[in-house]
Nanobody, 117 residues
Framework: QVQLVESGGGLVQPGGSLRLSCAASGNIFRGNAMGWYRQVPGKERELVARITTGGNTNYADSVKGRFTISRDNAKNTVYLQMNSLKPEYTAVYYC???????????WGQGTQVTVSS
């Protein structure tokens, strides 16, 4: 079993920055991808950014140049540095871990990010 614990959400003014963290524990096998998704009421959860164990990344077009995803494999932790935040980024952000071979997927409980003046 895998547990994901997120932290770092909160209220920030437009143009500000936040850093989200997600620590994974349990049976963590190499060959996985960790990522961040976000969801607003009435809409589907969407990918924000994802990074593999080997460091390959992909981002949603809307956040390219503003967000940076990174990970510490020794700590099984993924980070999302969010800069130049806009009100439309307000959402619940969820951490995800998926094992590449089995496709087993796990989710964190979500952390609220609110961008407002």
């Amino acid at each position: 079993q895998v547990q994901l614990v997120e932290s770092g959400g909160g209220l920030v003014q437009p143009g500000g920055s936040l850093r989200l963290s997600c620590a994974a524990s349990g049976n963590i096998f190499r060959g996985n991808a960790m990522g961040w998704y976000r969801q607003v009421p009435g809409k589907e959860r969407e990918l924000v950014a994802r990074i593999t164990t080997g460091g390959n990344t992909n981002y949603a077009d809307s956040v390219k140049g503003r967000f940076t995803i990174s990970r510490d494999n020794a700590k099984n932790t993924v980070y999302l540095q969010m800069n130049s935040l806009k009100p439309e980024y307000t959402a619940v952000y969820y951490c995800n871990l998926v094992f590449i071979l089995s496709r087993d997927s796990y989710w964190g409980q979500g952390t609220q990010v609110t961008v407002s003046s």
